[in-house]
C-alpha cells in the first residue's frame, strides 16, 4: 500500500519530541500558578451595583455627594423580629436591651432602634455594618445574635442592603466548586459518546481546564492591577465560556487529525497537516468572539465594560491552548489518543474522492441531510426563515426591564422574606431611603416637594452626624451643610428593589427639578433605575458595533460579500428566534417577573459571536472543498464532513453554558436558557438546513466578487489548457 507523501517525511526530533514536551511543560507550569489564583478571585472580585454604574448617572454623582456626609461607608443591615400578636410591654423591654446586644458585636457605628410598628407586631433596628467587616460573615453573626436574643415564636430576619448583598454572595457560593464540576462532567460525558474513547476526552477537557487557569491568572492580574471590575456574573460567565470555546476548538482540531490520520502513519505529520488546515477557522473563530466581547468596552455600564476584557481574555487563553497544548498532546499519542477505535489508513484511491453530487462515499444522517438540500434547497431554507419568524414573534412577550432585588436570588433567602416582612408592618423602603441632594437656598421648598409624593412615607433633612433634624430635644437645630449642599433623606411606601418604588424616583426627579435644577436624587433605588437605563441604551449601541465587526471579519475570511451578509443574517434570525422563545419559557413555564435589563445584551453578544463561530467551521471547510470540486458539490461536502464535528461542539457548548442554571441567580439561569437553547437551534436548524440550502439555491455567486464566484472552483484549479497556469491556487493540505 502506497503512503502519501508526509507519511515518507522524516520529522526531525526537535519538532516531534522537544517542542510537544516543551509546549506541554509550559501549560502545566501556567496550570500549576492559575489553579490556586482561582480562590483569590474573591479578594478582587465585588458585587456592589453601584460600583458598575457609569460616572455621569445621576445615582453616581448623588452617591459621590452623600459620602461627603459621612463618615465611613457602612452599609445598613436591617433587623426585623415579628410575631402574630402584639408585643407586650415587658417583652418590648426586653428588646430594648438588644441594642446593646448589636452594638457589642462592633459590626459598625450606633445601632437605631427598637423602632416597634404601628400594629405592635414587629420590632425593627438598623445595624450599620462598616467596609472593614466581612459582609457575609457579618450578616450570619447578626442573624445568629438576634435569633438567640428574640422572645420565643418570633421570627427574625435581616434584610436592607447589607443581608440581600449577604445572601446575593451566598448564592455566588458555589461557581467555584458546583459550577465547575457540572460543566466538566457534562462535556466528559458527551466527549465519551462522541469519541467511544477513554483518553481522548480526557486530554480536550486538559486543554480546556488548562486554558481556564490561565484565563483565571489573566484576569487575577488585570483586576489586581485596578483595569478591570471584577464579579460573581462575569466569574461564573468567564469559566463556562472558556470551557465551552476551548472545547469546541479542541473538536474541531481533533476532527482534521483524525481526517489526517487515515492519511498518513507518520502522527508528527498528520498533526502538522491538522494544524494547517484548523488554523485559520479556529484563529477566525477565536478573533471574532474576542472583538465582540471587547466591543462591550462602548457600554455606559461598568459591569459591561468589565465582562467584555474578562471574557475576551478567556478567549484568548482556550484559543492558545486549542493551537498549541492539544497539538502537542497530540503528536505524542498519536493514534493512541482515539483507542481503542483507532483511525485506519485509507486506500492512496480512497483518500481524495472525484465528487459530482458531493455525498460520494457518504452515508448515515448527514448524506440524508445533504441529499435533502440539493433535491429541495429553496424548500429547505424558506421553511426554515419561516419557522424562525414564527419564533421570533415572542420577542414582544419579553420583559427585559429590570426586576426587583428581592426576585433575583431563586433560592430561599432570609433578606428576600425579611423585605416582605418590614413591607407589613412599616413602609417597604425603611432602610434603603432615597437619598436627595439639594441646594441650601431651596431646602426647605425641596423638602416639602419629596413630602407631597405619594410614594415617599417620610422624608427629613440631616444634621450632624445622619441625624434627622426634627426639632425634637438633643437634635440639631439646623441641617448638615456641604459646599453648599444639604441631604434628604425619603423613606419610600414601596420596597426599595420594586418598580412601584423606580416610578417613584422618576416622579421625584422631575419634581425636585422644578425647584431646583441641580438637586440629585440617588440611593438603592435610584441605581438599578439607572442601570435598566443605561443597559438598554447599550443594546441599541453595541449591537450594531458587533454586528459590523463580525461581518468585516467574516469578508477577510471568505474572501467574500455576499456569503458573509448571509451568514450574520442567519444568525441575526436565529438569535431572535432563541429570545422568542426563552421569553415564552419565561413568563409561561418558569414563572418570572421580567429579565434583567442586561439580559438580551449579553444573549445577544454570545449568540451572535459563537453562533457565527459554527458558519465559520462550516463555511471554511466549503469554501475549501468548493475550490477542488465546485461549489454546488462543495456545499455538500462540507456539509457531511463537518456535520458531527459541529453538532457535538453545538452541543457541549450548550451544555456548558445550561451549567450555569446550578447557580441560583435569575440572570445566571435566563443566560443559560437563552445561549443553550439557541447555540442548539443556531447548530440544528441554521447551520445544518438554512444555510447549507440557501448557499446551494444561490450556487456560485455566494462567493461574489472573488475569482471563486466566476470560476466555480473546478476551473480555479485546473489549467484551461495546456501549459496555462491555474487562475487560483487550491491551499496546501
Not at 511543560?25 to 458598575?52: C, H, I, K, M, Y
Not at 454572595?169 to 457540572?182: E, H, N, Q, R, S
Not at 429570545?579 to 439580559?599: E, I, M, Q, R, Y
Request: aromatic share 6%; with cysteine; proline share 5%.
Amino acid at each position: 500500500m502506497k503512503r502519501s507523501k508526509v507519511g515518507r517525511e522524516r520529522v526531525p526530533f526537535w519538532l516531534r519530541w522537544l517542542v510537544p514536551v516543551v509546549l506541554v511543560l509550559t501549560w502545566l507550569g501556567l496550570a500549576g500558578v492559575g489553579g490556586p489564583t482561582f480562590g483569590r478571585l474573591e479578594e478582587v472580585s465585588s458585587n456592589d451595583q453601584a460600583s458598575f454604574l457609569p460616572a455621569n448617572a445621576e445615582a453616581t454623582e448623588a452617591q459621590d455627594w452623600q459620602a461627603k456626609f459621612r463618615d465611613s461607608d457602612e452599609v445598613p443591615g436591617i433587623v426585623v423580629i415579628e410575631q402574630d400578636q402584639a408585643f407586650t410591654p415587658q417583652q418590648l423591654g426586653g428588646l430594648a436591651t438588644l441594642k446593646s446586644g448589636l452594638e457589642s458585636l462592633k459590626l459598625g457605628s450606633t445601632v437605631i432602634g427598637p423602632i416597634p410598628s404601628k400594629d405592635a407586631k414587629a420590632v425593627q433596628f438598623v445595624v450599620p455594618i462598616g467596609s472593614s467587616a466581612e459582609l457575609k460573615d457579618a450578616v450570619k453573626e447578626l442573624r445568629a445574635a438576634v435569633e438567640e436574643a428574640a422572645p420565643d415564636g418570633a421570627r427574625t430576619f435581616v434584610t436592607g442592603p447589607a443581608g440581600l448583598a449577604a445572601d446575593l454572595t451566598a448564592a455566588f457560593g458555589g461557581i467555584d466548586g458546583i459550577l465547575l464540576l457540572v460543566a466538566l462532567s457534562a462535556v466528559f460525558v458527551i466527549l465519551l459518546v462522541v469519541y467511544r474513547s477513554l483518553l481522548l476526552p480526557v486530554m480536550v477537557l486538559l486543554t480546556s481546564v488548562f486554558a481556564l487557569c490561565a484565563a483565571i491568572l489573566l484576569v487575577f492580574g488585570m483586576a489586581k492591577a485596578g483595569w478591570i471590575q471584577l464579579n460573581g456574573q462575569s466569574q461564573g460567565i468567564l469559566s463556562i465560556l472558556v470551557i465551552g470555546a476551548a472545547t469546541d476548538y479542541a473538536l474541531l482540531f481533533v476532527a482534521r487529525f483524525r481526517e489526517a490520520l487515515t492519511h498518513t502513519t507518520n502522527r508528527t505529520a498528520a498533526v502538522l497537516t491538522a494544524w494547517k488546515a484548523s488554523f485559520e477557522p479556529i484563529l477566525a473563530s477565536g478573533a471574532t468572539v474576542i472583538i465582540a466581547l471587547l466591543c462591550l468596552l462602548f457600554s455606559d455600564l461598568n459591569s459591561n465594560k468589565a465582562l467584555g476584557p474578562v471574557a475576551a481574555a478567556g478567549i484568548l487563553c482556550a484559543l492558545f491552548a486549542a493551537l498549541t497544548l492539544l497539538p502537542a498532546l497530540m503528536a505524542l499519542l498519536g493514534r493512541a489518543a482515539f483507542w481503542p477505535f483507532r483511525p485506519k489508513l485509507l486506500p492512496a484511491d480512497e483518500r481524495e474522492p472525484e465528487l459530482v453530487t458531493g455525498l460520494e462515499g457518504q452515508k448515515g444522517l448527514w448524506r440524508a441531510t445533504g441529499s435533502l438540500v440539493s433535491r429541495r434547497p429553496r424548500t429547505v431554507w424558506v421553511a426554515s426563515v419561516l419557522l424562525l419568524l414564527v419564533a421570533a414573534g415572542g420577542l414582544f412577550q419579553l420583559k427585559a426591564n429590570g426586576v426587583p432585588q428581592t426576585d433575583v436570588i431563586l433560592t430561599a433567602s432570609n433578606a428576600v422574606d425579611g423585605q416582605d416582612a418590614l413591607a407589613r408592618h412599616f413602609d417597604a423602603g425603611s432602610g434603603s431611603p432615597a437619598v436627595v441632594v439639594a441646594d441650601q437656598g431651596k431646602a426647605a421648598e425641596v423638602l416639602d416637594k419629596v413630602k407631597a409624593d405619594d410614594g415617599v412615607g417620610e422624608a427629613y433633612l440631616l444634621g450632624r452626624g445622619s441625624v434627622p433634624v426634627t426639632g425634637a430635644p438633643g437634635a440639631p437645630t439646623g441641617p448638615d451643610v456641604r459646599d453648599g449642599k444639604v441631604l434628604i433623606n425619603a423613606t419610600l411606601k414601596n420596597a426599595a428593589d420594586s418598580l412601584e418604588a423606580e416610578e417613584t424616583i422618576k416622579a421625584l426627579r422631575t419634581g425636585v427639578k422644578a425647584v431646583d435644577p441641580g438637586a440629585l436624587v440617588g440611593g438603592v433605588t435610584a441605581t438599578a433605575l439607572d442601570t435598566n437605563t443605561t443597559a438598554q441604551r447599550d443594546l441599541l449601541v453595541i449591537i450594531p458595533v458587533v454586528l459590523v465587526v463580525i461581518l468585516f471579519i467574516l469578508m477577510l475570511l471568505l474572501r467574500s460579500i455576499v456569503a458573509p451578509v448571509l451568514l450574520v443574517l442567519s444568525v441575526v434570525l436565529s438569535y431572535a428566534a432563541a429570545l422568542g422563545v426563552s421569553a415564552f419559557v419565561f413568563n409561561n413555564l418558569f414563572g418570572f417577573p421580567g429579565a434583567d435589563a442586561t439580559v438580551p445584551l449579553f444573549g445577544f453578544v454570545f449568540l451572535v459571536a459563537l453562533g457565527v463561530d459554527y458558519n465559520i467551521f462550516l463555511m471554511s471547510r466549503v469554501r475549501e472543498e468548493s475550490l477542488k470540486h465546485g461549489t454546488r458539490p462543495g456545499i455538500l461536502r462540507g456539509l457531511v464532513v463537518t456535520g458531527g464535528v459541529i453538532t457535538s461542539a453545538g452541543v457541549v457548548l450548550a451544555a456548558t453554558f445550561a451549567a450555569l442554571g446550578v447557580i441560583p441567580i435569575m440572570f445566571l439561569v435566563q443566560l443559560a436558557f437563552i445561549v443553550a437553547f439557541g447555540v442548539l437551534l443556531d447548530t440544528v436548524l441554521v447551520r445544518s438546513l438554512l444555510v447549507p440550502a440557501l448557499a446551494y439555491d444561490i450556487g456560485p455567486k455566494i462567493w461574489w466578487p472573488s475569482k471563486l464566484g466566476r470560476t466555480d472552483g473546478r476551473d480555479a484549479v485546473q489549467p484551461r489548457e495546456p501549459g496555462v497556469e491555474p487562475r487560483e491556487e487550491v491551499p496546501a493540505r
